[in-house]
């Protein structure tokens, strides 16, 4: 949905509201309160939204897998398998009938050595995404990452890929702290900024990442170019969709 400043705007809005869930209403209500907030900080997930990195992480697992006699995945399989952190990647990986927390730790071992060499093998940044953050940089942005993949890989691939000084915040998952959808990362970048939560924005992929905004109270945006469709971001929440990494600047304040 798109709202206009017109008095015919606001009615074509609320004559769609019927249709939706009532959790989407209320999100959407809210962002019509907030639209004179300006917009301080721009939060995005890692994988899938800033980076393509589904080889790697789907060749580091079957690599995992194969080491303990156990079948392997084609690509397209591990678009589901990620976005709870690597634990439940590895699981998920699992046949089901081996999906102990034994048998998860056992291969994330040979997961978690594999991945830290190659883990920039075949992964990139989406197209676009580069400019954009320069763009919202230039707007003089804060900007932040908040992953679920494990702290270490976040803090070394932000920097190979972007550079120094591009982003302020970057969190990945940390022992002791909850994983999205949980919203404590959030609430953790928030701080630090010194922000409202009327004054973020958050972008991601998938509904794990919708959970998260929802349950942190900011303005969600969904992009479809990574690992998740339009109709699990708006299920879960998504308030705009956005298909390509300049849109997103329509819903900067």
Known sequence: LHYK????????????????PFPRICILLSSLKNRGTM??????????????????????????????????HELPAFRYFVGNGIDKLLERALPEAERSHENMLKIRKDFMAYYAEHKADFTAPYDGICEL??????????????????HAATKELIPEYFGEGLF?????????????????????????????????LY????????????????????????????????????????????????WVR
């Open 5 to 20: 400043n017109n008095q015919f705007g606001i009615y074509t809005l609320f004559e769609t509201l019927s249709d939706l």
């Open 39 to 72: 917009t301080k900080l721009v939060i995005f997930d890692l994988d899938g939204t800033l980076l393509n990195s589904l080889q790697d992480l789907a060749t580091s697992t079957n690599y995992a897998l194969r080491r303990h006699g156990y079948p392997t």
């Open 133 to 150: 953050l320069k763009t919202l940089k230039r707007r003089h942005l804060l900007l932040a990452v908040a992953s679920n993949k494990y």
């Open 168 to 200: 302020d915040f970057v969190y990945g998952q940390r022992e002791g702290i909850p994983v999205k959808p949980d919203p404590t990362i959030v609430f953790d970048i928030m701080k630090e900024a010194g922000v409202t939560k009327e004054e973020v």
């Open 203 to 250: 972008v991601g992929d998938s509904g794990v990442d919708m959970q998260t905004a929802v349950n942190s109270g900011v303005t969600s945006i969904g992009v479809t170019w990574g690992f998740r469709d339009r109709e699990e971001l708006l299920a879960n929440g998504a308030q705009y969709i956005a298909a390509e990494p300049c849109e997103i600047m329509r």
